[in-house]
């Protein structure tokens, strides 16, 4: 499908639009679409599809793509938009879906399921894990095809078993799993088959697409007719199938549903032995009490089959061709296999039991049961019956039958558990139904019987969803209605399914008896309870009914013997009752349940459980029409709780080919699945309903005034949100507890504004979501970080703290270190010191000092001067009263003159002599001085006086005592001058190298012709 467009759809897409309505018109509308291609059709939300008969391009992953992405009705109709929807609706809505694919054998239902299968798989999720078990799911098809599909004169490729798939989703619509059910698997076709018509897949895929060592190892020749099971339907090889390739298929799945290697061996080695065990013939004998037995013609076969079993000759070679029959005291269990023969010493015992019930005209199980109870007893006895030839072949042939559907079922448990979910949680279902389509043929046996009660329940399920229960919603609701009537086929259903009268259980009845079981009974009993019956037929019985409505070519007249006909929904179908009563008993001897429990075999012990004398019960297992009934009402009972999706397949030809519509058969089936009723209702009615409660709680948030919560009356709040809705009213309509939704369009677009609403919903929690937990994780972050500060900070004051600690301790090391290094380096200076210090004897301007370390200049500059001060000290203390004098006169010189005078220097090493020319000892001064009281001369000596008047230099005698100042000639010692000490107020010298001296005098006590102030020169010093 190149355009994915409904422009380019041909004719009318949705048959609710077509105009007018009529079956014509229907048909023809189907035939318009199928010519060009468009085999899928719309009835509102129900597609039919009509079997085109060849590959189409109509699936893709593409159209999935499309498909999964858009609603209903933006599409061209497909079977994808049915299986999007369900799995929209199951992953949305979180609702269980189911789709039932119905139509008669060869319409394309397992086609269909396939297809539905692939869109699941294809639109769901690409995990390893997901895509691991969408393999296995769609792997079980080819492999369950294989082994329980067979050619039939309707379909090449015929489902012989009914299927219905439970596939398990999580939230996120991803497949978890899935379980299969089976539904009986038509096994006689196992031994036997209708002209035409093929055995099981299985059989030749193996013999012709297995190597050569594995044949070798199955004891098998690739020769198709040298096998009896497949020889009768002659038809070996068909167009539409490869077998060889198929067998390959058959094999790459059993590897992907985990079948080990051997598992699949042990598989084929069973498979193997039905063939093996088909071939084994027998041959009639006569015992020598004159009853008959038989014996095996060909050993070889039974030898391989035992080696293919695992079991010994004798074992499984008795248990074909003789019974062991148990005898109790107080029970007593026979086969329903009529006209034993005993050749045991105890079977004359049985033989008389049944001469006399012939005898006394009572049945074998009273009179048995009339003596046990008399006597008390509780053994047992054993009987072992030859069986006759033709017992031997029905006995190999209930053994290969049940080999092979006991299997079939071993193999779907099988799939089942490597298709088992393995998680816990909520999960939602997807259930697909395909299971065997309705069958007419020549001849139809048990097996179409339950294959037909079958499509009549599911025929029942689907008329009663899709039209009577919804009629009757509309009327209850109070929706205006006008009824469209339509078969309802209750009564069919009925008719085979009640308790007490349905053909089943009279069926079941005859089964239950003890004696002599016989198919004509069980007519006999049905001609009686089926005489007012209008829909079922009876030789010389409603041969004379009136109402019983008889199809062409279907006539009372036309009934065989043996036979019985029943109207079905979908054709009036004639039954031989031949094999019912077996086949619904479907017991096999408990011989061959015992020998198949002893093979060694690993999967024997699993499929013959009743097989093992440890735990074998003598209790009847139910039947196989109430198996099937059981498990039918448990599958409705399934798919009533689900949504139901619906695809009706139409054939258009008998002649499985292309481009063929026979407008007869497509006639007929449009009219029993009830097509025009389903339009008709579609059209003037609604395709979707739900509570107001519900309807609100899906759409509210599509409306102001029902976001976030809607306090009044439901249906208050849904008209509200409908008038805020941008759809149509006319779209809906309000019943008495809920709304309908008219169109699928309406529904999509609903679904459409509340994912559009919900996206945007979901932004928005994103948003409030990201804030709380931004800042939760800000919180979180802040708090971190005060504690990993804190925790810091304490950590680093620590951590200073030990540094400052080990700092103090250094410190105080450094310092004592210091001191006591200090001490010691004084110590060493005092000691050296000591040693070193210049002499005693020296002078104290001895300048000499011993040097020391630079820290200690302070203590050597303090000690030197405390040494020199001691050794002045000493000095002194050596001094007589004259050096005393003469140094106390150095100290005065010192104070007056140091840094004051530039000579002074010089001077210091000179003793003060004050008398430098001995005048106290001079006579002629005695003498003088005494006059002048100048007798304490303190210094006199010859000085140079500049002359006033010359300017030249003078030498004069200059006398300094204590009461005056004096100038005397030096010769003479003539007073020339005298100045008492009084009159002189100032003495100033200059501060240079020169020697001179200036005396202030007051003028007014200058005597004679002196100037007032007179300057001399001081002595030459
Ligand atoms: N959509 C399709 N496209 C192409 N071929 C189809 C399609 N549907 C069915 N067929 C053909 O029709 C054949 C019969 O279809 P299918 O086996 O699905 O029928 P059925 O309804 O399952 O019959 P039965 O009830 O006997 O099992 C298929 O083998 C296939 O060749
Ligand atoms: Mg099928």
């Not at 007012?532 to 409505?549: I, L, M, P, Q, Y």
């Not at 972050?781 to 900070?793: D, E, F, G, L, T």
């Not at 004259?882 to 003793?911: C, G, L, Q």
């Amino acid at each position: 499908m190149d355009v994915l467009s409904l422009d380019q759809e041909v004719g009318a897409w949705d048959s609710v639009l077509l105009d007018p309505l009529t079956e014509d018109s229907f048909i023809a509308n189907l035939h318009q679409r199928f010519k060009r291609d468009h085999i899928y059709t719309y009835i509102g939300d129900v597609v039919v599809s009509v079997n085109p008969y060849k590959k189409l391009a109509l699936y893709s992953g593409e159209l999935v793509k499309a498909y999964r992405c858009r609603g209903p009705y933006q599409l061209p109709p497909h079977i994808y938009a049915i299986a999007g929807s369900a799995y929209r609706f199951l992953r949305d809505r979180n609702e269980d879906q189911c789709i039932v694919v119905s139509g008669e054998s060869g319409a394309g239902k397992t086609e269909a399921a396939r297809i539905v299968l692939q869109f699941v798989a294809l639109a769901s999720g690409q995990s390893r894990e997901v895509m691991i078990m969408k393999e296995r799911l769609v792997q079980a098809g080819p492999l369950l095809e294989a082994f329980g599909n067979a050619k039939t004169y309707r379909n090449d490729n015929s489902s012989r078993f009914g299927k219905y798939l439970d596939i398990e989703f999580d939230y996120k619509g991803d497949p978890l799993g899935g379980t299969i059910t089976n539904y009986l698997l038509e096994k006689s076709r196992v031994t036997c088959q209708a002209q035409g018509e093929r055995n099981f897949h299985i059989f030749y895929q193996l013999l012709t697409g297995a190597d050569i060592q594995l044949l070798k190892s199955l004891k098998l020749q690739r020769n198709l007719d040298n096998y009896a099971f497949l020889r009768s339907s002659r038809i070996h090889s068909l167009e539409n199938l490869d077998d060889k390739q198929d067998f390959q298929v058959t094999r790459r799945a059993l590897e992907t549903l985990g079948f080990s290697q051997e598992d699949a061996v042990n598989v084929f080695k069973i498979v193997a032995s039905v063939l093996k065990l088909g071939n084994i013939g027998f041959i009639p004998t006569n015992n020598i009490d004159g009853t008959e037995g038989c014996t095996i013609n060909n050993d070889y076969e039974v030898f391989d089959v035992c080696q293919l079993l695992g079991t010994e000759f004798s074992a499984l070679g008795s248990s074909l061709t003789q019974r062991t029959i148990t005898v109790c005291a107080t029970k007593c269990c026979s086969s329903p296999v009529p006209q034993q023969r005993f050749n045991s010493p105890s079977k004359n015992v049985t033989r008389e039991l049944y001469d006399v019930c012939e005898l006394v005209g009572s049945d074998q199980a009273t009179l048995q049961g009339a003596m046990t109870s008399r006597t008390l007893e509780e053994s047992q006895d054993f009987v072992t019956a030859d069986l006759s030839a033709s017992e031997a072949t029905y006995a190999r042939d209930s053994l290969c039958k049940a080999l092979y559907s006991r299997l079939f079922t071993w193999l779907v448990n099988k799939i089942n558990e490597s298709t088992k979910v393995k998680h816990y949680g909520k999960r939602k279902v997807l259930g697909i139904l395909d299971v065997y389509g309705f069958e007419m043929f020549e001849r139809n046996g048990f097996e179409q019987f339950i294959i037909n009660f079958c499509n009549e329940k599911l025929h029942q399920v689907v008329m009663e969803t899709t039209l009577k229960e919804e009629q009757e919603e509309y009327v209850h609701e109070g929706i205006e209605w006008t009824p469209i009537e339509f078969f309802n086929n209750s009564v069919i259903c009925e008719l085979i399914e009640k308790n007490n009268h349905g053909i089943l259980s009279m069926l079941d009845e005859e089964c239950l008896k003890s004696g002599v079981l016989s198919d004509e009974v069980f007519l006999r009993k049905l001609a009686q309870c089926c005489a007012d019956n209008s829909h079922c037929e009876v030789k010389g019985t409603a041969v004379s009914h009136r109402n019983f409505v008889t199809t062409p070519g279907a006539s009372d007249n036309s009934l065989p013997p043996n036979c019985f006909r029943l109207r079905h929904y979908a054709g009036t179908v004639t039954y031989n009752v031949c094999g019912f009563v077996d086949k619904n008993n479907d017991i096999l001897h408990r011989d061959l349940s015992l020998a198949m429990y002893r093979c060694e075999h690993p999967l024997l012990k699993t499929l013959f459980p009743e097989g093992n004398p440890k735990r074998s019960s003598l209790k009847r297992p139910a039947t196989t029409g109430t198996q099937f009934k059981i498990s039918i009402s448990a599958l409705i009972r399934n798919l009533s709780c689900k949504h139901p999706h619906y695809v009706r397949c139409i054939k258009p030809n008998e002649l499985k080919q292309p481009r063929i519509f026979e407008m007869a058969l497509v006639q007929h089936q449009v009219r029993y699945l009830g097509l025009i009723e389903t339009v008709r209702v579609r059209r003037s009615g609604f395709c979707y309903r739900l509570p107001y409660q519900q309807f609100l709680s899906r759409y509210k948030m599509l409306s102001l005034h029902t976001w976030p919560n809607w306090q009044g009356p439901p249906v208050e709040g849904v008209s509200y949100l409908i008038r805020d809705l941008p759809i149509p009213s006319g779209e809906f309509a309000f019943g008495r507890t809920k709304v309908f939704v008219r169109s699928p369009r309406t529904v999509f677009e609903l679904e459409e504004f509340r994912r559009e609403r919900l996206e945007d919903l979901a932004v928005l929690l994103q948003k409030i979501w990201r804030g709380h937990r931004q800042r939760k994780e800000f919180l979180l972050k802040k708090n971190s970080q005060v504690v990993i500060a804190s925790a810091w900070r304490s950590w680093r004051a620590r951590e200073e703290y030990r540094i400052l600690r080990h700092r103090k301790q250094v410190e105080w090391a450094v310092n004592i270190i210091q001191q006591h290094y200090i001490h010691w380096k004084r110590w060493q200076f005092l000691l050296r010191l000591a040693r070193q210090l210049p002499p005693e004897s020296e002078s104290p301007v001895n300048r000499e000092w011993p040097s020391c370390h630079r820290r200690l200049t302070e203590t050597s500059i303090i000690l030197r001067r405390i040494h020199h001060k001691w050794r002045c000290h000493k000095y002194r203390l050596k001094f007589d009263q004259t050096a005393r004098n003469r140094m106390r006169e150095k100290v005065t010189a010192s104070i007056i003159f140091k840094e004051r005078k530039a000579s002074y220097p010089r001077s210091v090493s000179h003793p003060f002599l004050g008398d430098y020319v001995r005048l106290r000892q001079n006579v002629q001064w005695k003498k003088a001085c005494v006059e002048t009281n100048d007798q304490y001369v303190v210094f006199a000596d010859i000085i140079n006086k500049i002359t006033r008047s010359s300017g030249k230099f003078v030498p004069i005698l200059f006398v300094l005592s204590t009461s005056s100042m004096l100038i005397l000639d030096q010769r003479t010692l003539q007073i020339k001058y005298r100045v008492p000490a009084a009159e002189i107020y100032r003495l100033s010298l200059s501060p240079y190298l020169d020697d001179v001296a200036v005396f202030h005098v007051r003028a007014p006590q200058l005597r004679g012709d002196e100037p007032p102030e007179h300057s001399w020169l001081p002595v030459s010093e």
